[in-house]
């Protein structure tokens, strides 16, 4: 008897996974493989039920056989072990996203003869229903909100992009590779102050409102489902800080960090070039309490930033604030550094962790940026945020494409280096 394998990323079994198993089910004995939930949060497909319902779920399915678990969005695992001879699918990942998936899927099967089935996809109003509930339940704040802490304990080291418009979010929720028989993606985005502000042509001094900053994470939020960190700067007075929570709460933020700068706030990457002022341990301390006082769910994450490293206070300080920040009820600590070296960063995590093994730990390689996210996890970190590079790389690009008009009085000599029209009229997705 030959053996068909198929793997379901899905929370709901609809029509046209009913029609891959009846067309398997020609092909001989039928086995099913189930995403595991870290596997669903590398594909983008958060998983909306527990991964102990899906199994039940594909169990129930007249003609299924066997039940198995996949562990990875790649099937090099479950081919090596099941080695099938067919490999069904739907013929929807011909192309996007899922060709990579498919690519390796062929090359792994031709090394034993095995083939693969591309079944006709079903897609009907039904099935486009049921998308349309798997998304909205995604996008929907209560489910948003709690994805972060969700994500951190199933995957332990997350990966979140700098978004400050509706276009940058969509690069952080789509953008995907396959490389080294890895799929990856990013897990969560960073609204950062400093790029929301550049992209407003404004200083990074808190001068952009949180009005305009809300509007900011609207228009992200309108068009993605990943979870959002949002850089709340020194969260102002504590009394206009618990307005913050309260509102990001509500919107479905998954978190905020403050820093712990009192007064006019300038850039960390400034370090003491410039005149900053750090905060009293014991008014931080006040500000995190306040705004976890208010807050009404157990989803939302206050994070304490701690700039003793920054500001050339030293090691002792930013420990001895880190332990009054988690004891004062922080949910996270981000420690930030402007050197080139990891040495401190790292020198901070093994000494925080040697106390304190749970409370995540934030970090923003910008100037350390030699080392990688596995050894940054070996040292107990949970969150990566690349904080500004998007903006760092679209800047001078625009830059080159003006200057460059400018020079040959048109348009010509800079269109070869240009997205092609067509591409982008249809990068958005209508609705
Ligand atoms: C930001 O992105 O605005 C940050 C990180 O706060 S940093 O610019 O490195 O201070
Ligand atoms: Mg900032």
């Keep these: 008897m030959k053996t068909v394998y198929t793997c379901f990323c899905t929370d709901v079994i609809h ?3 009913m029609n891959i198993i009846q067309q398997a089910q020609k092909y001989g004995r039928v086995v099913v493989g189930i995403l ?8 983008n497909r958060f998983p909306t039920i527990s991964f102990e319902e899906r199994l039940e779920l594909a169990k129930n399915i007249p003609g299924v056989d066997e039940v198995i678990v996949q562990d990875t ?51 009907n109003e039904n099935v486009k229903r049921i998308d349309m509930q798997i998304k909205e339940k995604l996008m929907m704040p209560e489910f948003r909100r709690k994805r972060l802490k969700q994500a951190i304990s199933l995957r332990g080291l997350i990966k979140a992009l700098e978004v400050h418009s509706g276009l940058t979010g969509l690069i952080a929720e789509k953008t995907y590779v396959e490389n080294d028989g890895e799929f ?23 001068l952009v409102d949180m009005t305009s900053r809300f509007r900011t994470i609207e228009d992200v939020m309108e068009v993605t489902t990943k979870p959002i960190i949002f850089d709340g700067d020194s969260g102002g007075l504590a009394e206009h800080f618990v307005y913050t929570v309260r509102s990001l709460e ?29 905060d009293t341990i014991e008014h931080f301390c006040e500000k995190i309490k306040a705004g976890k006082k208010i807050q009404l ?8 930033r701690i700039e003793s490293l920054i500001l050339e206070q030293g090691m002792e300080d930013a420990l001895t604030r880190a332990f009054a920040y988690v004891e004062a009820g922080a949910d996270g600590i981000m420690i930030h550094s402007r050197r080139k070296t990891p040495d401190e960063i790292v020198e901070f995590c093994d000494k925080f962790r040697a106390k304190d093994k749970t409370t995540p730990i934030v970090v923003v390689p910008t100037s350390f940026n030699t080392i990688t996210e596995k050894e940054l996890q070996e040292h107990g970190v949970n969150i990566v945020i690349y904080a500004n590079q998007l903006t760092r790389s679209a800047f001078p690009a625009m830059e080159n494409t003006a200057r460059e008009i400018l020079i040959h009085h048109r348009a010509k000599e800079v269109d070869d280096s240009l997205m092609p029209i067509k591409e982008i009229i249809t990068l958005i997705d209508e609705l």
């Excluded at 695992?77 to 739907?90: A, C, K, T, W």
């Excluded at 609204?191 to 404004?202: E, M, R, V, W």
């Excluded at 919107?251 to 700068?261: F, L, N, R, T, Y």
Aim: glycine fraction near 8%; hydrophobic fraction near 35%.
């Design 36 to 43: 595991s939930d870290e596997a669903m949060i590398k594909y």
């Design 297 to 304: 769910t157990e989803d939302f994450m206050i994070i304490a």
């Design 73 to 123: 969005v790649l099937y090099d695992n479950v081919i090596d072990q099941l080695h099938p001879d067919y490999v069904i699918h739907g013929d929807n990942w011909l192309s996007g996203p899922m060709k990579a998936i498919r690519d390796r899927v062929e090359k792994k099967l031709s090394e034993y003869g095995g083939e693969i089935i591309d079944a006709p996809y079903t897609y």
């Design 250 to 278: 509500r919107m479905g933020v998954s978190a905020v960090i403050i820093e712990d700068k009192i007064g006019l706030k300038k850039n960390s990457l400034f370090g003491t070039e410039v005149k900053q002022t750090q």
């Design 15 to 17: 029509e046209g996974h």
């Design 184 to 206: 990856d993606q990013f897990d969560a985005m960073w609204i950062s102050s400093l790029c929301d502000s550049t992209a407003k042509g404004k200083p990074d001094i808190e």
